[in-house]
């Protein structure tokens, strides 16, 4: 991996957050999943795009950008070497010949001048030691004219306080907007296969059932006879490269 800005972040995803994020990579993909139309349809990426996909974790995303884009190509960059190993084996699997994966941080990577024409994220740009420096340099990779499309959170309170700062990082682009979009994500199989799951990353293994109760019966709303989900709020930014 080259420098990284936040070296205490990435040694996280290359431990304990990047090993639980790789044993239950299909939870953690299904949960954003609900804003992948907005994403796409914003990113619009069409045949022979050259797309980078910040952030891209197990690379679902990146797959997703690489279908539309051919006979373009799909670069996943992330800080994570133990997803982007699990999602070179997807790619492999599903057959997808035109996407690969870089492991380094995007805020200072050396991406090559111009050498995009799309970049997506699906909220890997929320993870960055400092968010302006972070969209100069994925503005230096974009070509002119190229397009930005990412989400991000979208935290309760004024909205307009977040926009204006998502509007300050992004000092160096044109045409920017910021819309909200509310999604559904899902947690679990049922409560319990949630309750375990959110455990999970706890040191001290599993807890007895009766430590077990009043996780489950806080997580019952959130189920109604389905799998446990929960309504987040984010923003959807597009942007262009003057």
């Known amino acids: 991996m080259t420098f990284v800005a936040n070296p205490c972040r990435a040694e996280a995803w290359n431990d304990p957050v990047g090993a639980h994020r790789t044993a239950h990579q299909d939870r953690y993909d299904a949960m954003p999943a609900g804003a992948n139309d907005a994403l796409f349809e914003a990113a619009a990426i069409s045949p022979g795009d050259r797309v980078l996909d910040v952030g891209c974790g197990a690379g679902a995303t990146t797959r997703t950008a690489a279908r539309p884009a051919a006979p373009g190509h799909a670069v996943g960059i992330d800080v994570s070497a133990p997803l982007l190993e699990r999602a070179r084996v997807n790619t ?98 049922d409560v319990p296969d949630t309750v375990e799951f959110l455990l999970s990353p706890l040191p001290g293994g599993a ?36």
């Open 92 to 189: 492999a699997a599903e057959g997808i010949e035109n996407a690969s994966y870089v492991c380094a941080d995007a805020q200072v990577h050396p991406f090559p001048a111009g050498g995009y024409d799309v970049v997506v994220s699906r909220g890997g740009v929320m993870f960055f030691a400092d968010h302006a420096a972070a969209f100069r340099n994925l503005a230096r990779a974009l070509r002119p004219g190229g397009r930005l499309a990412f989400v991000c959170p979208r935290p309760p309170g004024p909205h307009w306080e977040d926009t204006e700062r998502v509007r300050e990082v992004l000092a160096g682009f044109e045409e920017v907007t910021v819309d909200p979009v509310t999604v559904e994500a899902p947690w679990g199989r």
């Open 207 to 242: 807890l007895p059932a009766s430590r077990l109760a009043g996780p489950e019966e806080v997580l019952l709303p959130f189920a109604a006879g389905r799998r446990p989900r929960t309504r987040a709020g984010v923003w959807l930014v597009t942007a262009v490269r003057p």
